[in-house]
């Protein structure tokens, strides 16, 4: 069985600041790790997603992720948020061999102007 | 981008009644889902359906609850009789295939009085 561990609930950082949000998972199989953001009163839109190569995947507006085997992580970074980033990011996990995607308990952030 | 409609956006109900939730998915998605959300964070799994079948679904979905796609049209959720536990917003995901991006409808806000 697939889990997904969000360590933060919530991250307060000022507007210009860089940010990580960290995920873990632990599966033993090939799994894709994505990532989704949820905006107030909305449902979740994807941001990225890593199944194999580059360990280090780009998403929109300017969010990257890095997978490491080797800490079982799946790490949300932006070098400077923005207010309008403000939002809960869900961490991600599905098997390769089935479509059943497991979600994390989500991270709440918010940029301070 | 791609849209997933959900229909209503809200309902309320009484406790014993039967609600359905609707669903208009992406066109051409071949793979449903389900997801409760509870206090605007926890996102849990409920089934996924694929070719007029319920594939996957998890303890949260209860014996009440029950889901289909006749000819192509929406893809339904109904409960019933409905629970005072049941009250969450449920969302409603489509995909292509089973590696491919989820996209999420706005949610459905269910509230059983």
């Known amino acids: 069985t697939q889990t997904v561990s969000q360590s933060d609930a919530h991250v307060t950082v000022f507007e210009g600041d860089s940010v990580e949000l960290r995920c873990n998972y632990s599966y033993g199989g090939s799994i894709y790790l994505s990532w989704y953001i949820q905006h107030h009163g909305h449902g979740l839109q994807f941001l990225l997603k890593?199944?194999?190569?580059?360990?280090v995947v780009q998403g929109v507006n300017g969010f990257e992720a890095e997978f490491s085997k080797s800490d079982s992580s799946f790490h949300l970074r932006k070098a400077s948020v923005h207010w309008s980033d403000s939002a809960v990011y869900f961490c991600a996990v599905s098997a390769s061999s089935n479509n059943r995607i497991f979600f994390g308990d989500g991270t709440q952030l918010v940029v301070k102007p | 981008g791609p849209k997933v409609l959900q229909i209503p956006s809200h309902q309320i109900i009484d406790m014993g009644q039967m609600v359905t939730l609707n669903c208009d998915p992406v066109s051409n998605h071949l793979y449903f889902y389900w997801y409760k959300q509870i206090l605007g964070q926890q996102m849990e799994f409920l089934v996924n359906?694929?070719?007029?079948?319920?594939?996957?679904k998890s303890k949260l979905f209860k014996d009440q609850f029950s889901v289909e796609r006749p000819d192509g049209s929406y893809f339904t959720l109904k409960i019933q009789p409905t629970a005072l536990e049941d009250s969450a917003v449920y969302f409603c995901?489509?995909?292509?295939?089973?590696?491919?991006?989820?996209?999420f409808g706005a949610g459905t806000r269910l509230s059983v009085l």
């Open positions: 995901a489509s995909s292509a295939g089973v590696e491919n991006t989820l996209y």
């Open positions: 890593y199944y194999s190569g580059n360990p």
């Open positions: 359906f694929y070719n007029g079948k319920v594939m996957e």
